[in-house]
Every structure is written in structure tokens, then in C-alpha cells.
């Protein structure tokens, strides 16, 4: 039973709109993260929050923001989507930040 | 820049056949890791976790851990069809408990 939450699940944009991705965690943890896994499945880490403060900034482009109102919430902006955008973006959560990583069932963003 | 490497790439093992996964870290301060294992068009799932020079057995699934040489591996007997699925190793960052890397993963095609 998924307890990590995410919407929408797909999302198709034109090059240079923004979206917005939701992500929603009950199992109490205090780190969430989100990762971008592309086509050849490499799971990439971008971010990752603890008791809602940003701990992990990946070197990605700065149109990405994340967003966490609280521990059990991290959301996702992108801003002017490029092609290269195109993947899925996993929401993910865990304990603390050495634990195991509990995903969310992603949401996959094709960028046309 | 750490890196948590796997081999092969792709493995294909009859049904009822012995699959063994490989993964080395590149970080001489990681002394444990997970195996994920994510079924396509789904998201990973932590399959085990091997904190501990030696062996861990779960039913058809057996973790080997090697600290001296940062080496791990997945044995699965008795492959069944429903084993087919991408395996991914990851290990703790070396210096950023926040931030778990995750390998290229192995791709197990399990013929019936």
C-alpha cells in the first residue's frame, strides 16, 4: 500500500510552460526527497528535505523549486519546461536521511 | 564524485535458474547498502538490506556484504518470471546522510 502520495500521475506540457507536482507522505517520516529517473532508468537525486528544511540541493537548473509547507508535504515547480525535462519524477520519503527510501508512484512529465 | 556501480547491465536466467547481481561502491566509508527493485511501469521498493560483513537470507533472496573490498551482491534461486525487473543498489553518500545514491541498476529477464 503506497503511503507516499503524488499527483498527477502524467502530465503532458509544451516547451516553456511551468507545472507543478504534488507530493504527500503519511507514514510520519521527517526526510522527503524527489528524484528524476530518465529513460535508461537512472535514478538521479535532486532534492531532499528534513523536518522541512532543504538539505540536499542537487546541481540542477534553477527553474526547478521545490516547495515544503510541512514534513509530510514536498512539492515540485519547474519553470519553462525544456524537452530535456521529460521523465519521471519520483517523490520519496524516509525516516531519516540513512533509512530506507519509500517512493511514491511518480509522475511522468513528456515535454513536447 | 561517489559512484555505486552494478553488473551486469541486463542478466537473462531461465525460469527455475540462479540470477546473481553485482554492485561496488566507489566510497571506502559506505558499509552498508539496499537492494531496490522496481517491476516496470512501477516504482522501486526496497527488496533487502545488509548492514553486516557476511550473508543475509530472505526466502529465494540471499544479500552478500563484503566491507573490505565495498561489495555486494543479490542472489535470487529459483528465478521466477515475476522476478523480471530492474535491480538497484544504493548505498549511503559518504559524507551527506541525506542524499542515498543509487546505481544504473541491473535489467533481469527471467524466461519462462
Known amino acids: 500500500e503506497t503511503a507516499v502520495f503524488q499527483t498527477p500521475n502524467y502530465h503532458v506540457t509544451q516547451v516553456g510552460n511551468e507545472v507543478s507536482f504534488n507530493c504527500k507522505q503519511t507514514?510520519?517520516?521527517?526526510?522527503m526527497y524527489w528524484y528524476k529517473q530518465d529513460s535508461k532508468k537512472l535514478l538521479k537525486i535532486m532534492f531532499s528535505?528534513?523536518?522541512?528544511?532543504?538539505?540536499v540541493n542537487e546541481t540542477v537548473p534553477r527553474r526547478f523549486s521545490p516547495q515544503s509547507s510541512d514534513k509530510a508535504h514536498l512539492n515540485l515547480r519547474i519553470k519553462s519546461v525544456e524537452p530535456e525535462d521529460s521523465a519521471v519524477y519520483l517523490c520519496?520519503?524516509?525516516?531519516?536521511?540513512?533509512?530506507?527510501?519509500?517512493f511514491g508512484k511518480g509522475t511522468r512529465l513528456t515535454v513536447v | 564524485q561517489q559512484k555505486v556501480q552494478q553488473s551486469p547491465e541486463s542478466l537473462i536466467v531461465p525460469e527455475g535458474g540462479m540470477a546473481s547481481l553485482n554492485c561496488t561502491s566507489s566510497?571506502?566509508?559506505?558499509?552498508y547498502f539496499w537492494w531496490y527493485r522496481q517491476h516496470s511501469g512501477k516504482s522501486p521498493k526496497m527488496l533487502m538490506?545488509?548492514?553486516?560483513?557476511g550473508e543475509k537470507e530472505e526466502g529465494r533472496f540471499t544479500v552478500h556484504l563484503n566491507k573490505a573490498s565495498l561489495h555486494t551482491s543479490l542472489h535470487i534461486r529459483d528465478s521466477q518470471p515475476s522476478d523480471s525487473a530492474l535491480y538497484l543498489c544504493?548505498?549511503?553518500?559518504?559524507?551527506?546522510?541525506?542524499?542515498?545514491?543509487f546505481g544504473k541498476g541491473t535489467h533481469l529477464h527471467v524466461l519462462p
Open positions: 520519496a520519503s524516509s525516516e531519516t536521511g540513512d533509512t530506507e527510501v519509500f
Open positions: 507514514l510520519g517520516h521527517d526526510t
Open positions: 528535505y528534513n523536518n522541512k528544511q532543504l538539505i
Open positions: 566510497d571506502r566509508n559506505v558499509d
Open positions: 538490506s545488509i548492514f553486516s560483513n
Open positions: 544504493a548505498a549511503p553518500h559518504d559524507t551527506n546522510a541525506y542524499k542515498v545514491i
